[in-house]
């Protein structure tokens, strides 16, 4: 069965420095996505980035960008110049071609003035 | 512009009381699924629909039951609320089933079981 691991349950950054958030991931398939979802407080969980297996690059939106590392079964998330609006749980997330989501526990971050 | 949208946000209903969320979606996806979230544990699939087509996780409880009457609307019934019912039941959709879609998520219907 597929894991998904996120190991910090709380971040912390100042404003306008840098924080990765990592996640650790279990699979026996070789074609899957991994996703990185934002839930606010009190608000909807929307999608920051995703990441193709089968891309060797890694994906970047902005001030996000993950370090997927294929063999280590890891994809961690990287947010660049953070903004108090950062602030949110964030989610790691597979999906396999079994349309199977499984998330982790996510990481609470919190953003410093 | 909401596009999937859960009602009620808060519900509490009494142990043993059947009791129905809602979710509906303005995006026209063909997949709509339902999660348990309970507190600071990752979001659990329950079930989804393809649409019409119900597919139920193994380890969802006969407890809880979806209906989907039509492409916008799916319903997640619990039967008989136990206190362990209690959480956020996430409500999302997806474009279709191939893995390249992402999900949307709706807010979220927090139930209390008293």
């Known amino acids: 069965a597929q894991t998904v691991t996120q190991s910090q349950p709380e971040m912390s950054v100042q404003e306008a420095e840098t924080v990765t958030l990592s996640c650790t991931y279990d699979t026996s398939e070789s074609d899957y996505y991994l996703f990185w979802y934002k839930q606010p407080p009190s608000r909807q969980m929307i999608l920051v980035i995703r990441q193709e297996a089968y891309k060797q690059q890694n994906a970047t939106e902005n001030r996000f960008s993950v370090n997927f590392q294929k063999a280590a079964k890891s994809f961690s998330l990287k947010i660049s110049d953070s903004q108090l609006g950062d602030a949110a749980m964030y989610f790691c997330?597979?999906?396999?071609?079994?349309?199977?989501?499984?998330f982790g526990t996510g990481t609470s971050l919190t953003v410093i003035p | 512009d909401a596009m999937v949208i859960q009602n009620p946000r808060y519900q509490v209903t009494q142990f043993g009381k059947p009791v129905t969320l809602s979710c509906s979606q303005t995006l026209n996806h063909n997949v709509m699924y339902w999660y348990q979230q309970k507190s600071s544990q990752a979001p659990k699939l329950l079930f989804h629909?393809?649409?019409?087509?119900?597919?139920n996780e193994a380890d969802t409880p006969d407890n809880f039951q979806s209906r989907r009457p039509n492409t916008s609307f799916c319903f997640l019934d619990i039967r008989s609320p136990g206190l362990g019912d209690a959480a956020m039941y996430l409500c999302?959709?997806?474009?279709?089933?191939?893995?390249?879609?992402?999900?949307?998520f709706g807010p979220g219907t927090r139930l209390t079981v008293t």
């Open positions: 997330a597979y999906r396999n071609t079994g349309n199977q989501f499984y």
């Open positions: 629909y393809y649409d019409k087509d119900f597919n």
């Open positions: 999302a959709t997806s474009r279709d089933l191939a893995n390249t879609y992402e999900q949307y």
